[in-house]
DNA sequence: TCAAAAAGTAAACACCGTTCACTCCTTTAG
DNA sequence: CTAAAGGAGTGAACGGTGTTTACTTTTTGA
């Protein structure tokens, strides 16, 4: 692990360039994601040349890549408080998914950008290693600690394998949140023949899920 | 609905042109997505000028709908077929499932463009008459269809919304297709302590989805 | 003080989606 | 059969993009 070091003058003036620059970065972008953001835009509301973002940032993918791993590591933190929490373990479990979906429906954008990358066009060899260091990697192991915790508690089957059935929360999990992002009025629609706020829907699906776990 | 009549000669032609087109777009997309598909190389592949591809498309968006509609019109199909088929219900659901996270997975850049465009940017209101007239609108029409025939068949809990209770089975099958079209791998990893094909893994995250529904 | 390193930039490269004015050819009406 | 009309097709341009290169200016540290 490299160790940041900002002593002198000089770094801590880069360093504040580089937050300008990100700060800027993330406004525009929770509002108008990967396509509004442009370098050239970019420099411009910062007032540098858009050739200047080049000594801050490898590339506009590099950028967008702090912008996304800041915004998981809120969603792990959140999730991570969730699953330490002093109630009963069904409790938990639904807030974990639900407090997933909450915070990934507040920047449709980050979260979005976080699952956009490649189509599994690189290796799953070459991309382990990246995933387990990555805050999704960590969250992922989060949420399998909890799985082990119900299986062991009882209130999970005995037979599930904690990591495959983590990774069943995680993509029930993940499709609400792109659903309504995605789909204007998710899930609600004219002719329901019952309504539900959004979070409420978010709780019912939570408990879906956990429940399509249980002994 | 207006009917496509195509008899004079020239109205021949020019479907023949607009196929050509489209089907080529249709190999540059299905291997490389929105991105790699761009009017200039799609022009050159067909060997026509840019310009020429805007006699028969609107704009590339208005394009890529067609490429994308056209591919969930293939989920729709596949989906009705399994609900409509001889087998017990529990079965039918859960094959439901897996055969849209198949069919998504087969073709993912397309089942990601079926669900990229705005992020919740257009009024509900104004989203919600194209919805109902797409294939994804049917496509939820049906598997509604399939949540009401469980309630009334007692196999699933009777206080369940059928409108609901498909959003949820819908949102949880999204999320298995994004993540393995997504996710390098996904569901398979190094240091699971059980291995599973990627197969296995939809019937299995298909059961979850339907166990979480039953009585 | 002065060389070296860092910060910053203008201009260019190679793309992109899209539009417009224009030619050429086919269709159709008289 | 001919002439007008309309459709097919295009080259060139507009305004945008990410990125690189060669260059100037400023700052740093011995």
Redesign the interface.
């Known amino acids: 692990m490299h160790i940041e070091t900002h002593d002198t003058p000089a770094e801590r003036r880069r360093l504040k360039v580089r937050e300008l620059i990100l700060s800027a970065a993330e406004n525009v972008f929770a509002d108008e994601?990967e396509e509004g953001l442009s370098i050239r835009r970019l420099a411009r509301n910062v007032d540098y040349s858009p050739a200047a973002i080049y000594k801050y940032f490898g590339s506009k993918d590099e950028l967008v890549f702090e912008l996304k791993e800041a915004f998981f590591a809120r969603i792990l933190n959140s999730v991570h408080r969730m699953v330490d929490a002093h109630c009963p373990f069904s409790d938990r479990a639904r807030s974990c998914v639900a407090t997933y979906v909450r915070i990934a429906v507040e920047k449709?954008?980050h979260y979005?950008a976080a699952?956009?990358?490649?189509?599994?066009d690189?290796?799953?060899?070459?991309?382990?290693p990246e995933?387990e260091n990555s805050n999704k990697g960590l969250a992922f192991l989060v949420l399998k600690g909890m799985v082990e915790e119900g299986v062991d508690m009882g209130h999970f089957r005995a037979d599930l394998?904690?990591?495959?059935?983590a990774?069943?929360i995680?993509?029930?999990?993940?499709?609400?949140?792109?659903?309504?992002?995605?789909?204007?009025?998710?899930?609600?629609?004219?002719?329901?023949?019952?309504t539900?706020s959004a979070d409420a829907?978010i709780v019912?699906?939570a408990?879906?899920?956990?429940?399509?776990?249980e002994v």
């Open positions: 994601g449709p954008y979005a699952f956009a990358g490649q189509v599994t690189i290796a799953p060899e070459d991309w382990q995933f394998d904690p990591s495959l059935a990774k069943s995680w993509a029930s999990s993940h499709g609400l949140a792109m659903m309504m992002n995605h789909i204007p009025g998710f899930p609600m629609s004219k002719h329901d023949t019952d539900m829907f019912f699906h408990d879906n899920i956990i429940r399509g776990l």
